[in-house]
Nanobody, 122 residues
Framework: VQLQASGGGLVRAGDSLSLFCAVS????????MGWFRQAPGEERKFVAT????????DYDDSVKGRFTISRENGKNSMFLKMNNLKPEDSGVYYC????????????????WGQGTQVTVSS
């Protein structure tokens, strides 16, 4: 399984941005998916996740109400719509796949994309 994240960029506080994750492989629908971000000098942190069967979503409190995770199984794709961006949202965003329930923890995920940079200026 290979993941390719894209859609990052430089935006201003209050702007919106959408990230996209393309996943190779015919069993995409069986993977729970997640978005994580990493700021310079910090550990990689959970942002959002969506389960493979139920479609149940979960968000970190810092993004709840502003970010929306979604997936399109027929196109092996996952998205992260980010609204009302804040400078603290800046970092490299990674998409990840897990062949189980996913969740909030980095070690739970089996596959990772290369990351896409999001920079939010104040």
């Amino acid at each position: 399984v290979q993941l390719q994240a894209s859609g990052g960029g430089l935006v201003r506080a209050g702007d919106s941005l959408s990230l996209f994750c393309a996943v190779s492989g015919q069993t995409f629908k069986l993977y729970s998916m997640g978005w994580f971000r990493q700021a310079p000098g910090e550990e990689r942190k959970f942002v959002a996740t969506i389960r493979y069967r139920s479609g149940i979503t979960d968000y970190d409190d810092s993004v709840k109400g502003r970010f929306t995770i979604s997936r399109e199984n027929g196109k092996n794709s996952m998205f992260l719509k980010m609204n009302n961006l804040k400078p603290e949202d800046s970092g490299v965003y990674y998409c990840a796949a897990d062949n189980d329930v996913g969740g909030r923890f980095v070690p739970s995920y089996d596959y990772w994309g290369q990351g896409t940079q999001v920079t939010v200026s104040s």
